[in-house]
Structure formats: C-alpha cells, structure tokens
C-alpha cells in the first residue's frame, strides 16, 4: 500500500496558515495590505478581544466582481502577478494568493464586497474552510473581511494565543508603521467598540509621524533626502537626545513596506554609535526607494524580511545619507509659547521675544581670545564661526495642518546666550530665551576633539617614541592585539612582538600624545572595534574617541571667560552637538515652566 498521499486541500490551507497566520496580527497585516493593494483611501480594523474573537477590517478600494470575490477564496489565487518574471519586480504588498484561504481554514470567515460600478455586492462565509453560503447583499463600494474565532479549529495553535493585551499591542504596533508607510491613507483602529486611533490622510510623513508618534518627537526631527546610484533614501531622523530602550521606534520601509533586516538596521544604528550610550536607540523613519527588482520580498512567509540583491549598492547610500542629516542635526528651542501671558511684565520682560541676548557679567570683560592657560588643550581649533541669530517663533493658527517639519524653529547659538557661569568647575550655566542650559565642559569639549580627529582623512600621523614601551599581556589579550596589528598600523601605531605576550610599541598616532602607551592598548583591545563592520574607520573611531577623552578638559577644571567663550563657539561649529561620543548627554534645559513648578507658580 502506498505510503505517499496528496493531502486535501482543507488541510493545506491550514498548513499555510501555520506559515502565514501566526496571531491575529497576521491576519489584520494581510488584509490591511489586501486594502492598500485595492487602491482605498480609507481603511478601518475593528477589534474584539484584542482580535481573538474577532478582526473586521473596512475599505473603500476597487472591491471585487461576485466571480472574483469566489476565486480569491481559492489557494494561490491572485490578480497581482501573471508569470515567474513578475516575481522578480514585485510592487505590490500582497502577491501569493494564500492569504485569504489560509485564514479561512483557521476561522469563521465572512467577505463581503462590491464593485463601485455594481448595483450590489456579494457575501461569502466560509467555516473551517469550508464554504457555508454566497448570496447577493447589499453594501457599500469596497471590501469588508471579518474573521471570527481565530484557530477555533486548531485548540492546539489556539492555546498559544497570547492574552488579548499583549495581541492588541502587536496589532498597535503593525497599525502604527502601516499608517506611517502611507501617510496618504486614512486609517483607523477600534478596539472594543472604542477608538484608539484615527489618522486622518497628510500630504507628508511629518504630519503622519505627528499623529502616530506624538509632536514633541517630530519637533527634534531633521528631514533627511539624499539619492544616488537609484537608490532613494527619505524621511526623518530624531536628535540623538531622544533615545528609546530598544528598537521598537526605528521605522524601515522599502518600497513603502514595513520591513525588518538585520544588515539594514545595523547601518542605521552604526550613524548613531558615537551620538547614543549603549542599550540606547533612536527614533527614526527611513524610507528607501529603489527598483522592485532590487529587492526581494519573498524570502519570509509572512513577508516579515526582504532582502536586497545587491546590498554592498544600498546600504553605503543609507550610511552617507544618515550621517549627512546627523550632521546636519542642531539643538532648537521653541521659546516657550504661552509663557509671556501669565505673570507681570517685570517677570515676563527677559523672556518675551527671542533675541539673542548680549553678554553681562560676571562673563563679559575680556575679548574672545581662545583657551588660554596652562591647562588648555592644544588638540583643536577653536576659531570663531560667528554667532547666529535666531529668528523670532511664529505659531499662527493654521487653517488647514501644516507639515511640522515646515515649522522650522530656531537653533541654539551657544554662544550666543548669555553665560552666567560655572558650576561646580564642571558645569557651563547660560541663560536661554527658553530657561536654564547647563553644558557638560567635559562632554562638550570630548564631542569637539572627536569631531576633528574623525574628520581627518588622511592616515594618522604617527609619533616615535624616543624609548620603545613595552606592554605586557595576557595570552589572550596578546592573541587578539595580534589580530589588530594591522590595522593598528594602518592607523599610525608601529608595534612589533617582544617575545611571549609581550609587545614593543615604537610609534603612536601624534593624536594621542600623552597618553600612556600600555593604557591605549589595554583601553583598544578590552573594547576591540567592529573592523569587519565598517574597515579602518571603527579603528580609528575607537582611537579618536579614547584621545577625546583624555584630551579633554575635565570636571572639576576651573574655567577662563575666554575658554568658556571659546568652547562654546567651537560647540556651534561642531556637527551633532546633543552628547559626548560615549552617547551621554552634553546639555540639558531647564525650562521656565519647570522653574515655575519648583517654585509652585504654574
């Protein structure tokens, strides 16, 4: 007797749904996706018990045609690709045809649509995946799908349901990137007869990061536009000073679909590895355009991954054009709307326009000279780059919305404010139109030194020692320190073995004069850099960073008018100037409102 049998068709739908239909998330993502596909303008997920007992989603697209409507219940039936040569330039969302079967096997379903044109429409309910009624119904243009009991058929995929908190917040959270990805939808999201979101349609991704992420974010993004070679990337890039604990807030789209990739989310945080601290993340939206044949969407059964034919193309355009809108990235203040309304004129008279303010004392004798002193740093140049003056905020009621990011609002010019002095030897205090704005002198002056030694291009010039130093390790320190010696010398280094576990160092990059041989090597290999990641650049980031450090001025270092004048104009200067090079903070604003809570005026 034959072994090998054909499996009926009831019984590989439900095998495709274990691929495709994991939670109820996966149900609402591909009918969400079946409503884009369909061209709608407006769609709506309704929930019940966090899509366990029930997911309904509404559009307003193309609809179907009664025949259509039967054959899309059918395995592996689809308008969206004709040929194996339309595999390889896919444009749309959806494109294998198994969803709608495979969530009907697991589920009561009910579909129910009609073509604009058509007097009525048509409705489908299917049990288990098997077909329980058609009939003619009246109904509005569009497509309505509504899946009941989720897996009431399979208790053994059911009992792995999570609570319907925890399904709701991973249906939240494929909501809130879809209505990011389409800015130009409507989109809405109820939960138990309440409404969570509603995001009326924008002309921009600002607007739509707006309603989904709240405008405080959007206020620190900095637009980000660069293309070359055909790939496109967009969007926007929050200040390095709004971090997150994990990842959740780094948006990916590719071809306006949500995607997760690992080499592609590790070129977006690499332009951030010297702006956060570790275990930080940023928020951020990026969103690639390139050819549909550059990429393929169809390495994940539930269209979770894509992966890029050529990635060595896409992801150095992705790095360039974040590190450009990082660089590009300034504090802003928002001179504190509302403020001037509240208290006398006598309290209201320092804060009310937002002017540059002129220097007063105690901080306002001598010229600008530069640091001075014997405890000045040699390692950067501090000229001068001018003082800019912010414009005054303007906030008229708009009409209609209005893209957040076209509500430009001014930069700090650090040193512009007016310096009221230090604190504790290791604190810069000014005074802002804005509040209070505390600078970190040893974070500020790091973030200055490690800008300047990244931006040399050429090798490091190195520095001979006039007796060799001699470095002993441990065998396993020693076995890796060999594995970095050659890009050790790329950098400016000249070390050789000196027997057993030991090492002499002849030459030094001149960047790290002063610094103790043996502490450079034990700091460079306890905390050896990515090379295989980003080549000699991790290297010599790692060295720019640990010469920042030690060339620094230090807490605790009393400072001179004229070098806290000094740093402060090389702080405007200076590209991302929101945390040292660790990831730590380099400022921080008190605002008014905050004073006035301290003192229980608000």
Not at 254 to 261: A, T
């Amino acid at each position: 007797m034959s072994k090998i049998a054909i499996l009926p068709d009831i019984l590989c739908n439900q095998i495709a749904a274990g691929e495709v239909v994991e939670r109820p998330a996966a149900v609402a993502k591909e009918l969400i996706e079946n409503s884009i596909d369909a061209g709608s303008s407006r769609i709506t997920v309704s929930l019940l018990h966090g899509g366990r007992k029930e997911v309904s989603v509404i559009d307003n697209g193309c609809g179907m045609h009664p025949d259509d409507a039967l054959l899309a219940i059918e395995r592996h039936a689809t308008s969206k690709i004709r040929s194996s040569d339309d595999l390889q330039a896919i444009a749309t969302l959806g494109f294998r045809g198994e969803a709608l079967p495979s969530i009907a096997s697991v589920s009561r379903f009910e579909l129910v649509t009609r073509e604009h044109d058509a007097v009525s429409g048509i409705q489908i309910r299917i049990e288990g995946g098997v077909l329980r009624d058609v009939r003619d119904k009246g109904c509005a243009p569009g497509t309505q799908v509504i899946v009941r009991d989720l897996f009431h058929n399979l208790p053994a995929r059911r009992k792995f349901m999570r609570t319907p908190e925890t399904e709701l917040s991973y249906i939240t959270d494929l909501f809130l990137r879809t209505a990011l990805s389409r800015p130009e939808i409507h989109l809405q999201l109820i939960s138990e007869e309440k409404q969570l979101y509603d995001f009326p349609k924008t002309t921009g991704v600002a607007q739509r990061a707006g309603q989904a992420l709240g405008i405080d974010v959007v206020r620190s993004f900095t637009p980000l536009e660069f293309e070359r070679n055909g790939v496109r990337v967009s969007g926007c890039v929050a200040s390095p000073n709004v971090q997150r604990t994990n990842s959740q807030s780094l948006f990916l789209f590719v071809n306006g679909r949500p995607v997760w990739d690992r080499l592609l989310q590790r070129t977006v945080l690499t332009a951030y590895e010297a702006l956060l601290p570790r275990g930080k993340y940023p928020v951020a939206l990026i969103y690639i355009d390139i050819s549909p044949s550059g990429v393929d969407v169809n390495v994940h059964p539930a269209k979770r991954e894509i992966r890029f034919k050529n990635p060595g193309e896409v992801l150095p355009v992705v790095r360039e054009a974040m590190m450009g809108a990082l660089a590009s990235a300034r504090p802003k203040t928002s001179f504190s709307q509302g403020f001037a309304g509240q208290y006398p004129s006598a309290y209201r008279a320092p804060f009310q326009t937002p002017v540059v303010m002129e220097r007063q004392a105690p901080f306002n004798s001598r010229p600008q000279t530069g640091f001075v002193g014997e405890d000045a740093p040699k390692s950067a140049d501090f000229s001068s780059a001018g003082n800019v003056v912010p414009e005054p905020a303007e906030n008229p009621e708009p009409a209609e919305p209005i893209d957040p990011l076209d509500e430009v609002l001014p930069e700090f010019s650090f040193a512009s404010l007016r310096v009221i002095g230090q604190l504790a030897n290791s604190y810069i205090i000014l005074e802002s139109p804005d509040g209070l704005v505390m600078i970190d002198q040893h974070a500020a002056h790091e973030r200055v030194l490690f800008n300047a030694l990244c931006s040399k291009s050429a090798r490091p010039a190195g520095q001979r020692l006039a007796i060799p130093a001699i470095v002993h390790l441990m065998p396993k320190e020693a076995a890796q320190l060999k594995r970095m010696l050659r890009d050790l010398d790329q950098a400016g280094f000249e070390i050789e073995p000196f027997g057993g576990s030991s090492f002499a160092i002849h030459s030094l990059p001149a960047i790290l004069s002063g610094i103790s041989p043996e502490e450079i090597i034990r700091d460079l290999i306890s905390a050896p850099p990515d090379t295989t990641r980003s080549g000699d650049m991790g290297l010599l980031r790692s060295l720019a960073k640990l010469a920042a450090c030690h060339g620094a001025l230090k807490a605790g270092q009393r400072l001179k008018e004229e070098e806290i004048l000094a740093l402060l104009e090389a702080l405007d200067k200076t590209e991302s100037p929101f945390t040292c090079p660790h990831g730590r903070p380099l400022w921080v604003i008190l605002s008014h409102d905050q004073i006035l809570r301290l003192f229980k005026r608000s």
